[in-house]
């Protein structure tokens, strides 16, 4: 064997320097992208992002901080709500990414999470009250199940905005309209809580325009539409995951299925329940 043949180590060495040297010009790149002043290469940014973040690990994720700060900025900015929508999914790939290294969660999630879910508040939001709101439906559900699998993961850094990101949900009718489910009205009312007064003769209503309610509803469509909205919601939310165990008020949710289950057509009396239910125009008002 000669003795100018390269050794195999050196090779290795060699090698090795050259991957860590492009994998630092690719994540450059990336963050440049994400700040770039045109929108378009902007969404390449979080197309890119989202893809090297899919197949990384570890070592995609240790360094990912400029990139998830990248992201939220994008959700901040005027961008096209397509690209608002990949970054707010590459943002929950890498926080579920991160919740297994503690010492990640620490560096990158706990500073960025709050600023993650006031973001997507904002994208909730309606432009005006009681105006329509601004993100398509499908947008709004990509969105809500952000925040359903965020949230649960972190919930000690989610506390300061956990109750406004609830209290801003929005969970869709069977009619694909997003409805903004109120608290759980017609049921055995919890310590403290004074139910509204039922005016006979007038038609039912109920919201308001403080911060602690949801938009307001007149007539017998749109409250069925809210209760609609409200029993998918709080099916939505028991069926996700959390962190530690918690208590879930079964009791008033049976009563209040109880008493959904009471409201039955008088006339025709030989008309069935399933074919009062069925009937086009039920729920209608």
Known sequence: MSSNAPRPYSKLRDNASETAVLVHKLKTALKTLLNDRDHRRRFTGVVLVKAVVDVGGWETLRSSEP?????????????????KELAVVALTRIYSQLHGYQTLVREIATPTIPGFITACLQLLKSSAPGQPLRAPVAVVETIIGALATVIPLYPTTSRPVERPAFRNGKALS???????????????????????????????????????????WVGV?????????????????????????????????????SRVAQIARHSPKSQTWEQARDEPGRFQG
């Not at 990139?67 to 690209?83: E, F, H, N, T, Y």
């Not at 759980?184 to 009312?189: I, L, R």
């Open 174 to 216: 069977r009619h694909g309209r997003p409805n903004i489910p109120r608290r759980q009205g017609n049921v055995e009312p919890p310590p403290g809580y004074v139910a509204s007064k039922v005016v006979l003769g007038e038609a039912p209503r109920g919201g308001g325009d403080s911060a602690d309610m949801l938009p307001a």
């Open 221 to 257: 469509g749109p409250g069925s539409q809210r209760l609609i909205g409200l029993l998918g919601f709080m099916a939505e939310f028991i069926l996700q995951p959390t962190k530690s165990p918690i208590s879930i008020p079964v009791g008033v949710l049976v009563d209040a299925v």
């Open 67 to 83: 990139w998830v700060r990248g992201l939220i900025a994008v959700l901040q900015k005027k961008d096209p709500i397509g690209s």
